[in-house]
């Protein structure tokens, strides 16, 4: 089976480009998540949907940063203008939400992105 | 407020070698459910394992086991003859479910490199 799809893997960009990063859920999954990973942050969860809504985006870092899932199989990441700053590997990561109950959260291979 | 401890930065071992990677939790729920996952040089998150607050049974797969004691409020992670191909970072994480999020609260990590 098809694990978590993410593209591009690696992605090199200079500053106040637009960066897409692209996500394909593992099939049957009905929620999705973003996460950020620096060496000084850490794991960082932006943004989760359930059933392609979005739930929680606090962990946005600002305006710069949308997200979308425009249905079950896709979602985007979008940074615009993009800053040195968001050099990071962005993960996604799908599971099955149910209430009262959770699943786990599998990831896929990460986007590497640097801003120059 | 929900926070997963991983207080090991970096461990050494040599190869063969036993190891232990502590993870301590702190939650108000009374059910949540934790996991492991691994962290290898080429950078994907890989799942390990889940356990649920309900289920304090210690698990074993081949080298691995896991310890979780609610009493203490760890969910530690033992490698027995570690080898060179075990050399990652592993990250523990919280899942709350009374509140209905069922984000993950990743820990910092350990990084474990075994030496041949």
């Known amino acids: 089976d098809a694990g978590v799809i993410q593209s591009p893997r690696h992605e090199v960009t200079e500053m106040g480009q637009e960066v897409t990063l692209r996500c394909k859920p593992i099939?049957?999954?009905?929620?999705l998540f973003w996460y950020r990973q620096t060496m000084m942050r850490g794991l960082e969860l932006l943004i989760y949907f359930n059933n392609n809504v979005p739930i929680d985006d606090s962990g946005m870092p600002e305006d710069r940063f949308s997200a979308k899932m425009p249905n079950a199989s896709f979602s985007t990441l979008k940074i615009q203008p993009s800053e040195p700053r968001d050099s990071a590997v962005y993960f996604c990561?799908?599971?099955?939400?149910?209430?009262?109950?959770?699943?786990?959260?599998?990831f896929g291979p990460g986007t590497r992105l640097t801003v120059l | 407020a929900q926070k997963v401890t991983q207080a090991q930065t970096e461990i050494s071992v040599v190869e063969k070698e036993d190891v232990t990677l502590d993870c301590v939790y702190e939650?108000?729920?009374?059910?949540?459910?934790l996991f492991w996952y691994k962290q290898p040089p080429s950078g994907e998150l890989v799942f390990l394992i889940r356990?649920?607050?309900?289920?304090?049974q210690n698990e074993i797969s081949g080298r691995y086991s896991w310890n979780f004691q609610k009493s203490t409020s760890s969910f530690n992670f033992t490698i027995t003859a570690s080898q060179v191909v075990d050399s990652a970072v592993y990250f523990c994480a919280l899942s709350e479910a009374d509140s209905g999020t069922y984000k993950y609260i990743f820990g910092t990590g350990t990084r474990l490199k075994v030496l041949a």
């Open positions: 990561a799908s599971s099955s939400w149910e209430r009262g109950g959770t699943d786990t959260q599998y």
């Open positions: 939650t108000r729920d009374t059910t949540y459910y």
């Open positions: 356990r649920n607050s309900f289920d304090e």
């Open positions: 099939s049957g999954h009905n929620s």
